[in-house]
Every structure is written in structure tokens, then in C-alpha cells.
């Protein structure tokens, strides 16, 4: 199993900058794909970013060329650098886990077994 805990989520102006991290507890993080996924109010959580254990990463159309997502498996983290970030943007952030030794990277919420408690974006415009 593993423990995934969020930071980093606060309230930022339109075209400004976040940066969220996701810390996972355990020895074996390597062999976990990671994800981000956000959830607006009234809306269904949609995925973000995705990245296999060894690095390769897939992105929604709405951040793309915005979002980068990257891990160090020697500290256990993965972190979601935001970019120009717009309103639209405005959600709680997830991070989640799914144990993969086959290099793949996952964008169904359906596919990830572990789940952090999330952290509030808010975009201001």
C-alpha cells in the first residue's frame, strides 16, 4: 500500500504560477504510475497529468504546453508544475497511485488505486 499526501494548492492570479507535490510513504515508489487529477465544484474529477514509474508522461488537451509533471523516486515525490494558470484551472487537485511495473502511465480515474485527501486551487481572474 501507499499513503499519498498533497501539498502546495493556494490562490493564485490568472497567468501566474503553482507548484503542488505529492509525497508517497513506502519503499517500493518506483513501482507506482502517479497521476493528477482535479475536480471543480458540480463537476466530475477529471484527469490531468500522468507519469509511469520510469518517467514517461501523458497530459489532458486543456494543460498541455501548461503542466509538467515529474517525479523523484528517490524522495518519493511527484510534483505538478502549473503554469499560466487560468480560472478555468480553479479546482481541489488529486494525486493518486497505481502499483505498474510495465512502464505505463494511466489518465482513468477507474485505473488508480490510491488516492491523497487533495489541495484547493483557486485561480483569480
Known amino acids: 500500500q501507499v499513503q499519498l499526501v498533497e501539498s502546495g494548492g493556494g490562490l493564485a492570479q490568472a497567468g501566474a504560477s503553482l507548484r503542488l507535490f505529492c509525497a508517497a510513504s513506502?519503499?517500493?515508489?518506483?513501482?507506482?504510475?502517479m497521476g493528477w487529477f482535479r475536480q471543480a465544484p458540480g463537476k466530475e474529477r477529471e484527469f490531468v497529468a500522468g507519469?509511469?514509474?520510469?518517467?514517461?508522461?501523458t497530459y489532458a488537451d486543456s494543460v498541455k504546453g501548461r503542466f509538467t509533471i515529474s517525479r523523484d523516486n528517490a524522495k518519493n515525490t511527484v510534483t505538478l508544475q502549473m503554469n499560466s494558470l487560468k480560472p478555468e484551472d480553479t479546482a481541489v487537485y488529486y494525486c493518486a497511485a497505481r502499483w505498474d511495473l510495465s512502464g505505463r502511465y494511466y489518465s482513468r480515474s477507474q485505473e488508480y488505486d490510491y488516492w491523497g485527501q487533495g489541495t484547493q486551487v483557486t485561480v483569480s481572474s
Open positions: 513506502g519503499r517500493t515508489f518506483s513501482g507506482y504510475a
Open positions: 507519469i509511469s514509474g520510469s518517467g514517461g508522461t
